[in-house]
């Protein structure tokens, strides 16, 4: 994704993804619903940094903060509930002096926040309760902003136009925000009570209670676009019901997944709810939203990956993703957008300065590799489901997608897929490592464009392999047999120009003047998740990854120690990023390697321990240090679809385990279990039109799978 690189070199080009972010909360909680987020610290505060209340990527809540009189409480905990429907802070009292009242006691009041998002609105209860024995005065306010920055000015942007915002409207029990965008569109935010204020301001809102001893007051709020009823325990129940009934349906998508390891469930199940929350119901299906609170919106790329990492237990998601993109295929030519027909898209957004054009993104497609992406995803679903059905359906667009590929690597005169960016506001790298400052030579200096990347070889190198199997399945031999030629001729033609025989491993990229980048990334790992090395070279490759240039002990850095570059706190240039250790990962498993497929994985289940369960987008890549944890990356996205899915691909790489749809088949080679795992179930697993539960067990050095009779007869295990 586009994003920031915090130490970019001083000759970097300068990127959107790179505008100086404001420093997030020191703890960040998210919520979602739809089109809706909020982060906000432990409090349960807004505080006007680069957190808020965001709908359709612009801030309609720059600030929501509680107050007991001029003083903040006390934090005891705040955090989000497993299912990531609820939000709750635990807050105590510090002395309060209340207007001609009684100076109440500190440490006697509890206060606790729970808020949730539901149909794009934010509902909060704040519950007091006094354990003092005397009767306490409490002064409780609120503070509030409503600023309707885009998300791109959140993000560091700067504008030399706004809009216009109204006076702000005050009512009885409820403030209107307002303002008229320069895209001619009126955008709305409203704050309503359930009690009405002692005192009502454009930001404030005061409230005085008498709190009898061992009494307690509730107030309730909601926060939206529009008006609507006085917010109230009903209300508030009702609409929390509905938003966890609706989560729980989306966690329980596809087969469950069960170990003895009871911290192990717990990465599981907290990735499961990560995914559910950014996964958002759209008109053509489910699709994963990539992050929070940078990338809360549809990206090509991220999605893509995301539905890959679990296509193996629940192919519903990879449906979702493929029939979005295929309705959004660019159809022109479009140097601003970086469009051309046949291209998929690489980000969508919906704020105001994507509207004006002030940035690309509102419909963008600089991204080289999501087109074949796309089409080998395509191919995936194809065999992991047994079914043809959309294939055939999107199968104009497929052949669209293929076709630009086609054109570009005609058009190149290396015969690789390369990029350039056509227009000064968009990406000037269009691989998954987009920063400006990511593809360098061994020397530290950028390449000229085109540029030809690595990994983006083998993903068209895939798509020629599905394209040839699809066509192959629909009877049209001429075109599988051209399709496979191509791939082939992709496979020499990486071997003869990436391969460093001296270094044991691929270059980065070639560049315009057909010069090869000889520099040691993380980007050959995914080489090895498309098939394309020879397993002589992808043997080599294994060992350079799983050396100490690489792995950092938490994870596989994205470019190796020594390297020019190099720096453990970058984006890109040194950093671990989960899902990206995950396709390195199954790149291995892809070559048999199995040793190094376990070490990885309990590094990465290691990390998610020391982050609570939850993986961030990346952090950092210093070597790991005995009892100290890993470096967080201090505005990662968190939680981040494609670092959520990372546990499933890994775990399915240690199994070996892949589905042949049509013969009703799993196929399991050399299974093994993640360190201190001894069982591991995967109940409901569809499989042509069975429904399987497969339970594997360690004996020994062995990894045995039992099952019961009618399982087996759908297992071929080598």
């Not at 809009?163 to 409207?169: A, F, I, K, Q, T």
């Not at 005085?208 to 109230?232: D, K, M, N, R």
């Not at 070889?457 to 075109?479: H, I, N, P, S, V």
């Not at 995914?526 to 240039?549: K, M, N």
């Amino acid at each position: 994704m586009d994003d920031l690189d915090l130490a970019p070199s001083q000759d970097a080009p300068i990127e959107w993804g790179e505008m100086e972010e404001p420093r997030l909360p020191a703890r960040l909680h998210a919520l979602k619903d739809r089109d809706t987020f909020l982060v906000a610290d432990s409090m349960g505060d807004v505080l006007g940094l680069a957190d808020g209340l965001f709908h359709d990527d612009t801030r309609i809540l720059s600030r929501w903060r509680l107050r007991l009189g001029a003083q903040s409480p006390t934090l005891l905990a705040g955090s989000v509930s497993q299912d990531n429907v609820f939000f709750t802070s635990h807050l105590v009292n510090g002395a309060l002096v209340a207007p001609g009242g009684p100076v109440g006691p500190p440490g006697v009041l509890h206060v606790e926040r729970k808020r949730f998002l539901w149909e794009e609105r934010l509902y909060e209860r704040i519950l007091i309760v006094n354990y003092s024995r005397t009767v306490v005065i409490l002064p409780l306010a609120f503070e509030y902003d409503a600023d309707f920055r885009d998300m791109f000015e959140v993000r560091g942007a700067h504008r030399d136009k706004r809009g216009l915002r109204h006076p702000v409207e005050v009512g009885e029990r409820s403030v209107r925000f307002r303002y008229d965008g320069l895209d001619k569109v009126e955008r709305y935010s409203t704050i309503i009570f359930s009690d009405p204020p002692s005192r009502l301001s454009e930001n404030r809102a005061e409230f005085l209670y008498a709190l009898q001893a061992e009494g307690q007051v509730e107030l309730h709020v909601e926060i939206g676009t529009h008006s609507g009823p006085t917010p109230c325990r009903e209300r508030f129940r009702a609409a929390a019901a509905r938003a966890r009934f609706a989560m729980r349906a989306r966690r329980r998508r596809g087969a469950r997944l069960r170990t003895t390891g009871r911290l192990f469930n717990a990465w599981m199940e907290k990735s499961r709810s990560d995914l559910a929350l950014l996964t958002t119901p759209l008109q053509t299906g489910l699709y994963p939203y990539a992050g929070i609170p940078w990338f809360s919106t549809a990206f090509g790329r991220d999605a893509i990956i995301t539905a890959w990492q679990i296509l193996w237990f629940d192919p519903s998601l990879a449906k979702g993703v493929l029939t979005y993109l295929a309705m959004r295929q660019a159809e022109e030519v479009s140097a601003f957008r970086d469009s051309e027909p046949g291209k998929i898209m690489h980000e969508t957004r919906r704020g105001e300065m994507a509207a004006l054009g002030e940035v690309p993104f509102g419909r963008y497609y600089g991204g080289v590799d999501t087109t074949p992406l796309f089409v080998a995803l395509a191919g995936a679903y194809v065999e992991r489901t047994g079914k043809t059905d959309l294939a055939d359906e999107l199968w104009p667009q497929l052949e669209r997608a293929i076709a630009w590929v086609e054109r570009r690597i005609d058009d190149s005169p290396y015969g690789l897929l390369a990029y350039s960016k056509n227009s000064e506001k968009g990406l000037t790298n269009q691989g998954w490592k987009d920063s400006g400052d990511s593809i360098f030579h061994a020397d530290g200096m950028f390449p000229p464009p085109p540029i030809a990347l690595v990994e983006v070889q083998g993903y068209a190198f895939a798509a020629f392999r599905t394209m040839a199997k699809l066509a192959g399945l629909r009877g049209d031999k001429e075109a599988s047999d051209t399709w496979a030629d191509r791939a082939e001729t992709m496979r020499r033609k990486v071997e003869e120009m990436f391969w460093m025989e001296e270094a044991g491993s691929y270059g980065l990229a070639v560049d315009g003047e057909g010069k090869l980048a000889r520099v040691r990334a993380s980007n050959m790992g995914h080489l090895l998740f498309s098939g394309l090395p020879s397993p002589e070279r992808a043997a080599r490759v294994i060992e350079t990854l799983l050396s100490a240039d690489f792995s950092s002990g938490w994870g596989l850095r994205t470019l190796a120690v020594g390297e020019a570059r190099y720096n453990p706190m970058s984006y890109h240039n040194g950093s671990v990023w989960p899902h990206d250790t995950a396709i390195c990962a199954m790149g291995m498993a892809r070559y048999g390697e199995r040793r190094g497929v376990i070490q990885i994985t309990a590094a990465q289940f290691e990390s998610a321990a020391q982050f609570e369960m939850r993986l961030p987008e990346l952090f950092c890549g210093f070597p790991r240090e005995a009892g100290e944890p890993p470096v967080p990356y201090p505005v990662a996205c968190l939680p981040q679809a494609w670092a959520a899915g990372s546990v499933f691909m890994m775990l399915q790489a240690c199994l070996g385990l892949t589905i042949d749809g049509a013969a009703g088949m799993v196929d399991i080679k050399d299974p093994h279990l993640p360190i201190g795992i001894d069982h591991f179930s995967l109940l409901k697993l569809g499989v042509g039109d069975e429904t399987l539960d497969l339970h594997f067990e360690r004996k020994g050095a062995e990894v045995l799978l039992r099952g019961k009779d009618r399982a087996a007869r759908h297992v071929r295990m080598s």
